[in-house]
């Protein structure tokens, strides 16, 4: 857990409730994906109900994982290596939303 | 532990000393699981900036996709969120305050165990296979 014990620890588990539901929908998904091709990945990304549930996806996806990693992190590095640690995963995870976000806006405006 | 053998007072664990428990497995697994699906998305990311800035780059993500070293890697995450998923649900009954009797707990992990191995091979079937 982060030093925001409790507000990290109701965070982890509302990301999960919504994270459970928009799981399935991706794993029906990733059937479709493993055989798209580029035209039809654009025009499947380009429905905008698919493009917020991805997004949705990413984003809860990003702040769950966050809190997950940071919580092993702790676990396991004692040493001054941790807020090294600490510091690239919330780098990831903010560049997660910001690189996936950016993609599905411009896709999605761009047809 | 100077004469272990001759004490009658309880040890305390010890990790060597753990006898192997579904329960304890899927909690390891539940963590590894986790690691797996941090790497997953962010390779996804991947996916959609390529589908995002160009063909080329996307063809190029595409192939990885569609290599033996990608085949690995989609059985592998699918198998990893089916896991977390369905252990996931087990641990948020526990936060709820149910679910803890060694006898639930233990034939939960096994379920969770076997489901996810059983769906992950369908999605996998029907994304190469039958399906698509
Ligand atoms: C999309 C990808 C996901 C990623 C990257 C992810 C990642 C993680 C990580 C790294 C942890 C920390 C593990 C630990 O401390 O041992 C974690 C914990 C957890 N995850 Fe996920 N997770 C994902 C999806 C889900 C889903 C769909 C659920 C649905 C139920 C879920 C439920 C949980 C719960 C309840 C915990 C806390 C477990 C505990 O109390 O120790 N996660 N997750």
Redesign the interface.
């Known amino acids: 857990m982060s030093k925001k014990g409790t507000s990290s620890f109701i965070l982890q ?1 509302a990301s ?2 919504v ?2 539901p928009l ?2 929908w ?2 029906f998904e ?3 994906a ?2 798209a ?2 035209a039809a ?2 025009a499947w ?1 380009s429905a905008p109900l698919n493009a917020a549930l ?1 997004g949705g996806f ?1 984003i809860i ?2 702040l769950h ?1 966050r809190i ?2 940071a919580e ?1 992190i702790v676990d396991y590095v004692h040493s001054w290596a941790k807020d090294v640690l600490l510091f690239i995963n919330w780098l ?1 995870a903010l ?2 939303i910001a ?2 976000g ?3 806006y ?2 999605s405006f761009a047809g | 532990m100077a004469d272990g053998a001759a004490s009658k007072r309880p040890l305390s664990p010890h990790l060597q000393i753990w006898r192997f428990t579904v329960t304890l497995a899927a909690s390891i697994t539940h963590r590894g699981t986790g690691v797996v699906l941090y790497g997953g998305l962010l390779l996804m990311a991947l996916w959609v900036i390529g589908l995002a800035l160009s063909p080329e780059l996307f063809a190029v993500v595409s192939a990885i996709i569609h290599s033996p070293l990608g085949f690995i890697l989609i059985v592998g995450f699918v198998w990893s969120l089916l896991f977390h998923l369905m252990n996931g649900l087990r641990h948020l009954y526990w936060d709820y305050g149910r679910g803890f009797a060694m006898k639930t707990a233990t034939m939960t992990a096994w379920l969770v165990y076997i489901a996810a191995t059983l769906a992950t091979a369908l999605i996998i079937w029907a994304g190469y296979g039958g399906g698509a």
């Open positions: 588990r999960a409730v994270l459970a799981s399935i991706f794993l990733i059937v479709s493993l055989t091709d580029y990945a654009r990304l991805l990413f996806g990003a994982m997950g990693l092993i990831a560049g997660l690189v996936a950016w993609s599905i411009t896709i």
